[in-house]
Nanobody, 122 residues
Framework: QVPLVESGGGLVQAGGSLRLSCAASGRTFSSYNVGWFRQAPGKEREFVVFITTSGGTTDYADSVKGRFTISRDNAKNTVYLQMNSLKPEDTAVYYC???????????????WGQGTQVTVSS
């Protein structure tokens, strides 16, 4: 098991920034690839970005490319998602997920956090 806890969500005006954190317990977190997904009301959960174990590979959804940045600090067992130039359409519950595989599909990940709400007002 890899318990994951997201934090950093909140209410922000359009154009603003937030930094989400995904903290894990356990000494094996550095062995897991981590993805961020989001789910807006009435919509399916969608891919946002992932980062591989060493941070050497990242992949962003087109909708967030150039605005969001993922990073990880394996010494702190934490992955960050810096979100800039936020838009109302970014409003969603954001989830982090960890797995031994990586990719854009939710099925690639084995462990999920409870999510953190991000609301962007216009």
């Amino acid at each position: 098991q890899v318990p994951l806890v997201e934090s950093g969500g909140g209410l922000v005006q359009a154009g603003g920034s937030l930094r989400l954190s995904c903290a894990a317990s356990g000494r094996t977190f550095s062995s897991y690839n981590v993805g961020w997904f989001r789910q807006a009301p009435g919509k399916e959960r969608e891919f946002v970005v992932f980062i591989t174990t060493s941070g050497g590979t990242t992949d962003y959804a087109d909708s967030v490319k150039g605005r969001f940045t993922i990073s990880r600090d394996n010494a702190k067992n934490t992955v960050y998602l810096q979100m800039n130039s936020l838009k109302p359409e970014d409003t969603a519950v954001y989830y982090c997920a960890a797995g031994l595989r990586w990719g854009r599909s939710t099925g690639r990940y084995d462990y999920w956090g409870q999510g953190t709400q991000v609301t962007v007002s216009s």
